[in-house]
């Protein structure tokens, strides 16, 4: 297995990619996404251990920077942007598939952790529509999930 920590960049006015400075951390199941300019890389899976860890990635300077760390070390994790705050949700802690929510403020860097998911799961699609989170099929640990819920976090 190769764990990546590679950032390419795509240009269509040029139909090219470009390669960008990588993070420190090499790492797959992460969950990412982008606030304000910048992107962030939540959780995933080193080899060994589950991560809390958060990084931001600014496309202006080429640079990483470490944040603070999620509240709950996780992989195959989801992440959406509502109101400039990424929520975390679901996951793998090595055991068990989570139904575990959490909310990132990015310009305080800090963790609020809202109510969980009803149904536990990893692996799963999302999406963000008129402000809510849609968090559609998944792996529960036993079978594959046909269920789709919906996230409303208000204004």
């Known amino acids: 297995v190769n764990y990546l920590g590679i950032i390419e960049v795509y240009d269509p006015s040029t ?3 470009v390669t960008e400075t990588a993070s420190t951390t090499l790492r797959d199941y992460t969950a990412c996404t982008a606030v304000s300019g910048k ?15 958060v990084e931001e990635y600014d496309p202006t300077s080429d640079s990483w920077q470490t944040k603070t760390e999620m509240p709950t070390a996780r ?8 109101n400039d705050k990424i929520y975390v949700m679901g996951g793998y802690d ?3 598939r989570l139904a575990v929510d959490e909310e990132y403020d990015a310009a305080t860097d ?3 952790t809202r109510a969980p998911m ?3 799961r990893s692996l799963t699609a999302s999406a963000v529509v008129n402000g809510k989170i849609y968090v559609v099929g ?5 079978s594959y999930l046909g269920t789709n819920e919906e996230y409303d976090f208000g204004p």
């Open 15 to 17: 139909d090219s990619w």
């Open 94 to 96: 090595g055991t068990n």
């Open 75 to 82: 992989s195959a994790l989801i992440a959406g942007v509502i």
């Open 39 to 53: 992107i962030y890389a939540l959780g995933g899976f080193d080899g060994l251990n589950r991560l809390k860890l």
């Open 110 to 112: 800090t963790w609020i």
């Open 118 to 120: 009803p149904t536990g």
């Open 138 to 142: 998944g792996w529960n640990g036993e």
